[in-house]
């Protein structure tokens, strides 16, 4: 690991002016996944910002039901937080589906919101990686790629998001607060990653010294149902093949309304607009959902190792859909 | 021989002796033995899988402050022996494979030797490689035997002819994947080199091993060699020789006169420098009469082998005396890639080749229209159908009667894919196992009687975290007849008397025997009430009866799997494994033993898969969130039980070994089960979700 310093900062402001100043200064939060990378030389930062101690951890009732989630939350807490407990199931679901119970006591929310793609290649320096040396190649394309992307991915880099808390975000709509040194800014979570295409370096529309602050979710609608599907190769402590966060409201056997969003599928939490559309106002039948997982996948492109996601998604879809849409009693 | 197995102490639920200093963090590994203002050492390895290094320039990392030396094949010392190629590093600009070992850096922080690590540039003439397994004649051969003695391939009958006369006939290929030991605490050693003697803390299976080859490659006499391994984190065989690693830092520490070089291997450096189970193909052709009695059996198997140094697999050989069958073709071939050398890793052979075997004979009852445990039954051979001899003890088939009883097998419903439960398929399978007894011969033990009225015994074995320590002691108790707190054991290192290696599951019974017959000569000579300073050594006899009789343990494996309809993921809710293995000489310690090798087993037959790239030679998931083994939230119920097997024969105590039947023939149950509860019959390990999805 290169020698590198460290600051522990007191205040959001100069946090902001010493990394915006430095391209070699990051942000460290709970650090799982930053460490990691610095004693992988994926990444070699000449100064660390600990962020833990600035004044956003806690979770708030804003005017109008919705919350204000902090960026320095840690993951078991907002887990356990009655609120989120109480009225964004899916949410919490999401968080106690990743990672490990150490993991997630230290893991925040700005951190796991940023959290780099698994991809082998991408942690390993001696393999090519357009994502960590932009123009070397990507290793996966051709390589061992059961965990990559069906949807939305470039020749470039087939990479998947691994949060799991970020499809959860997708699904309840969020907005993610972000301070720099021109001000604050407002961008809705679906809008923060990007899509590989030619620069799958760039993950985030974030510039270099910006600070996510929060993370707002509105209110939440009081006939919807809400939850979180990972599917994974072991029961717990392993990344989604592919997962599922859907709120879904049902109104005389039909669906009034549904937000969905698929994870393990591509390079950033994966809103499923076509299935939303295909859901909309149709009877909660088998049928319908299979439809719904079918215009959603109509796109999907699979890899050498990857082709079961498109059944897998397909099948877990309908099934969270069947048992969102079950009467109760039924 | 006097039987030793009467008194009581043998079999009593013992805590471990080194259980409070291991949960208290007092028992030191080998890593954190204390030395002297020590070193750190960082291995260099090779980016190409085959090749030479033409250039290395060293310099960047030597401007580091903190780096003392940075060890390449242009500046080491020449060994005395390059015999053995892993330990022969340095030597040569040659690669041979992908991680091979091309330099160390040796610094002040195992961060800076870390950091200088990179900053060394390594040019390469890349020669083109083979990597990828597979059946291809170039690179196919048959090698004169497999590990540990087996022999030639067997050929008894006309198994073609048998086949094509059967009633019923299986016929199927089954593949295992490069599996990865990946014990609790990775490899490790501290070198110290003092008065042109050698001192290793090194974390291994058998320290007087480490010795008799580190010796010879150092040009060193082997008295002057002191290894000590006093508690080890597992091993599986990864421990059983020294690798790479322990050379590097003796020959660093050589260099460095004066000061202890310490290394840990990271988890990437292990799936490189410290072997795995070789990746396997094995076909199986089953054929049967008209009463469900195997009438053929053929077992082809092929496994990955490395060009450096070959290790030869033995997947095949359980089927030469698991069942009868007038007409048996067992044969094993290696395919020889430029990989890193593979190695024993629990129950070597036994634990892919049963799973072959066992699942080819669940697809065989289902042909027959037979109950599987009911098949196996039916074939059980009356003398070990390869040699003729008798069993020592073969109790398979109370096992699986026993097993059958207590899992509730016998109201299972045969039909496939039929048990449906809030989206779940739910099915039970079973699977036989078994694992031959060995005993090795030429350890020594001390018994020697103290001040303050205990026995001092000595030997040199090593505990990997079994419970050695504490079976050895209640042995020593249960021979001198004494309680087992007058016995104070000494082990683990080059110090106590020669022992064999903790390995193929034969330290208790070798060890053992050995203690057993220090004990009597102590008596003989001492009397039941020694004098202070009274001692005796003393060498167990070779057991007589070896070679009159077939020696083996066995066992029934139970499972119940639970598939997602939808999804495909699979669980295992319960397991259930019956042992016939000989006397149990500490019930907890044993139990933890069965328990670890089944759990193991569940993580073969789900997740376990080195996933090797073959453009660059490695493999690709070399961490433990790539490679997965079982979690705790995976382990649902297991059940662990034996049988009172009496075996006079094996050794004078009756042990039969016990460390490694537990993981055999858990993979095929899971998969019969799995089968059992979907109808889809998967013959590629491991069970992945995507297998089972419709
Ligand atoms: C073995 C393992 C298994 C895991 N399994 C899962 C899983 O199943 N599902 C899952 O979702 N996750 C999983 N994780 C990932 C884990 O969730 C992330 O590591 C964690 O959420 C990252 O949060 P952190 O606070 O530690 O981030 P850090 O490591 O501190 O930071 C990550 C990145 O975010 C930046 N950053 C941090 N905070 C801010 C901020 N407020 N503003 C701007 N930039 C910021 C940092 O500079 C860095 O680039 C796993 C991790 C490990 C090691
Ligand atoms: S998929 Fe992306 S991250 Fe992975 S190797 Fe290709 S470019 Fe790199």
């Known amino acids: 690991m290169k020698p590198f310093d460290y600051q522990r900062a007191d205040d959001a ?7 915006s100043g430095d391209p070699e200064a990051r942000y460290i939060g709970g650090g799982t996944n930053l460490v990691d990378h610095m004693k992988l030389g994926i990444t070699e930062p000449g100064k660390l910002v600990d962020i833990t101690r600035l004044p956003y951890d806690s979770v708030e009732a804003l005017p109008g039901g919705g919350v204000r989630i902090g960026a320095t939350v840690r993951n078991s807490d907002l887990a356990a937080s009655h609120v989120i407990r109480q009225r964004y199931p899916v949410l919490a679901q999401a968080l106690l589906a990743g990672a490990s119970g150490q993991l997630r006591n230290l893991a925040t929310t700005g951190g796991n919101l940023l959290q780099r793609t698994r991809c082998s290649y991408f942690q390993d320096t001696s393999t090519p990686c357009n994502k960590r040396e932009p123009g070397t190649g990507c290793s996966a394309l051709e390589g061992w790629n059961r965990y990559h992307a069906v949807l939305g991915a470039s020749e470039h880099c087939v990479a998947t998001n691994p949060s799991d808390m970020a499809v959860a975000l997708a699904a309840l709509d969020a907005t993610v607060l972000v301070r720099g040194q021109e001000g604050q800014r407002r961008i809705p979570v679906t809008e923060l990653h990007r899509l590989p295409g030619d620069e799958p370096e760039r993950e985030t529309v974030l510039e270099h010294g910006e600070l996510i602050t929060a993370v707002e979710l509105p209110a939440p609608s009081e006939s919807s149902r809400s939850t979180y599907r990972k599917v994974r190769d072991r029961a717990s402590y392993a990344f989604a093949l592919v997962s599922v966060a859907a709120v879904v409201e049902v109104s005389e056997g039909a669906i009034s309304h549904a937000r969905i969003a698929l994870g393990g599928l591509a390079h950033k939490p994966w809103r499923a607009t076509a299935a939303e559309e295909a859901l909309r106002g149709a009877p909660a039948t088998e049928e319908t959902f299979r439809n719904a997982a079918e215009a959603e996948l109509a796109e999907a492109r699979a890899l050498r190792d990857n082709a079961f996601k498109i059944p897998m998604t397909r099948n877990t879809l309908s099934a969270v859909l069947r048992e969102l849409t079950r009467q109760e009693g039924a | 021989m006097t039987d030793v197995s009467n008194s009581g ?62 060890l390449t094949h242009e500046n080491a010392e020449s060994l005395s022996s390059r015999v053995d190629v892993e330990l022969a590093v340095l030597q040569s600009p040659e690669i041979g494979y992908r991680g091979q070992v091309i330099g160390a850096v040796v610094a002040d922080t195992q961060e800076i030797a870390a950091h200088a690590a990179g900053l060394v540039e390594v040019t390469y003439e890349r020669h083109p490689h083979d990597t990828v397994f597979r059946s291809d004649d170039e690179i196919v051969y048959t090698p004169d035997g497999s590990n540990p003695m087996i022999g030639e391939d067997l050929d008894r009958g006309d198994v073609d002819e048998a086949l094509a006369a059967a009633e019923y006939a299986v016929d199927a290929t089954y593949t295992t994947p490069a599996e990865y030991n990946n014990p609790m605490e990775p490899h490790a050693t501290i070198a110290v080199w003092e008065s042109a003697e050698l001192t290793l803390y090194d974390s291994n299976q058998g320290s007087y091993t480490v010795r008799d080859m580190i010796a010879p490659t150092l040009g060193m006499d082997p008295q002057r060699v002191h290894v000590f391994a006093p508690h080890v984190g597992g091993g599986f065989g990864s421990k059983g020789v020294p690798h790479a690693h322990v050379m590097l830092a003796a020959l660093a520490a050589r260099k460095l006169e004066g000061r202890p070089v310490k290394c840990a291997l990271s988890r990437r450096q292990m799936f490189s420098l410290v072997g795995y189970r070789p990746p396997t193909r094995q076909r199986v052709r089953l054929g049967a009469d008209s009463a469900g009695r195997l009438t053929a059996t053929e077992h082809s198997a092929l496994e990955q082998t490395a060009r450096v140094k070959e290790y030869a697999e033995q997947s095949a050989s359980a089927a030469r005396n698991m069942y009868v069958s007038a007409n048996r073709r067992i044969t094993n071939e290696l395919a020889v890639l430029d990989v890193p050398v593979p190695t024993w890793m629990r129950a070597p052979g036994e634990a892919g080749g049963m799973y072959a075997l066992e699942t080819a004979m669940d697809e065989m009852a289902l042909t027959c229209g037979v109950d599987p445990v009911e098949f196996r039954v039916r074939n059980e051979p009356e003398r070990a159908p390869e040699s003729g001899l008798p069993f020592s003890s073969r109790n398979l088939v109370s096992c699986l009667r026993q097993g059958a009883e207590m899992f509730g097998w016998n109201d299972r419903d045969p039909e496939p894919g039929v048990r449906r439960e809030n989206g779940w398929l739910s099915g039970t399978g079973v699977a036989a196992a078994t694992f031959p007894s060995f005993s090795i011969p030429g ?9 303050g009225g205990y026995y001092r015994v000595e030997i040199g074995a090593v505990d990997l975290g079994t419970g050695s320590r504490t079976a050895l002691s209640q042995i020593a108790a249960e021979a001198l007849e004494v309680p087992v707190e007058a016995v104070r054991l000494h082990l683990g290192s080059t110090e106590q008397p020669r022992a064999s290696i903790a390995g193929g599951s034969s330290g208790t019974a070798s060890w053992g025997s050995t203690i057993v017959q220090a004990a009597r000569e102590f008596r003989a000579e001492h009397g039941a009430e020694p004098a202070e300073g009274a001692e005796t050594t003393a060498e167990a006899a070779a057991n007589p009866a070896a070679g009159e009789y077939a020696m083996n343990a066995y066992g029934a494996q139970f499972a119940e799997v639970a598939v997602n309809a939808d ?7 319960r397991m259930l494994g019956v042992f016939a293995a000989g006397r149990i000489v500490n019930a907890r310690t044993a139990r933890s033993q069965f328990l670890g090798g089944m759990t193991m087993g569940l993580s073969m037959a789900l997740h376990e898969h080195g996933v090797l790239d073959g453009r660059f030679g490695h493999v690709v998931n070399h961490d433990l969130a790539g490679y997965h083994v079982a979690g705790n939230a995976d382990v649902g119920s297991v059940e662990v039980s ?29 998969g019969n089960a799995a089968r059992h509860a979907t109808g889809i019959r998967v013959r590629e390990l491991p069970l992945t979700p995507e297998k089972f999805l419709i």
Do not use: C
């Open chain 1, 13 to 19: 402001d100069s946090a902001i002016a010493t990394v």
């Open chain 2, 9 to 70: 102490k043998l079999g009593e639920p013992l805590e471990r002796l080194d259980g409070p200093a291991k949960v208290t963090g007092t028992a030191r590994y080998a890593f954190e033995q204390p030395v002297d203002d020590p070193l750190y050492l960082h291995p260099l390895q090779a980016d190409i899988a085959r090749g030479r290094v033409v250039r290395i320039d060293t310099s960047p990392a030597e401007a580091l402050s903190g780096v003392h030396t940075v």
């Open chain 2, 443 to 451: 350890s020594k033990a001390t018994i020697g009687y103290e001040p």
């Open chain 2, 567 to 573: 999804s495909g993921e699979i669980r295992v809710p």
């Open chain 2, 642 to 670: 034996w049988l009172d097997e009496h075996d006079p024969h094996v050794n004078p105590m009756g042990i039969k070994g016990i460390g490694e039947i537990g993981i055999v023939g858990v993979a095929a149950a899971i």
